[in-house]
């Protein structure tokens, strides 16, 4: 395992002493997890800013609309039920993932 060293204010030094005290762990610890959920957290924004930014695109695109409401239409008036109907028809086993 890597180690780093850096700089804390006193004021954030106290708190995490604190919390450290608190929790019955390390400082070490409480500043891996603390970094951990931050990294997740970033990551997170980032994929959704680029679903925002996919849908915006694709919300901009009059094709893409149609084919969207033409699709959410068929899954609304049974086309979905109808797909799974074929595929059991046809010997699949609709419960089982297509990717399998």
Avoid: F, K
């Avoid at 070490?28 to 603390?34: G, K, P």
């Avoid at 039920?81 to 086993?93: C, K, P, S, V």
């Amino acid at each position: 395992m890597n180690s780093i060293s850096l700089r804390l204010p006193d004021a954030l030094d106290a708190n995490l002493a604190e919390e450290a005290q608190r929790e019955g762990r390390s400082r070490s610890e409480i500043a891996r997890d603390a970094i951990a959920a931050w990294l997740q957290q970033r990551q997170r924004e980032r994929l959704t800013a680029q679903m925002v930014s996919a849908a915006r695109e694709l919300g901009a695109d009059a094709a893409a609309m149609r084919d969207a409401r033409a699709l959410a239409n068929d899954l609304a008036g049974g086309g979905l039920q109808n797909t799974l109907g074929d595929e059991a028809g046809a010997g699949r086993d609709p419960a089982r993932p297509w990717w399998v």
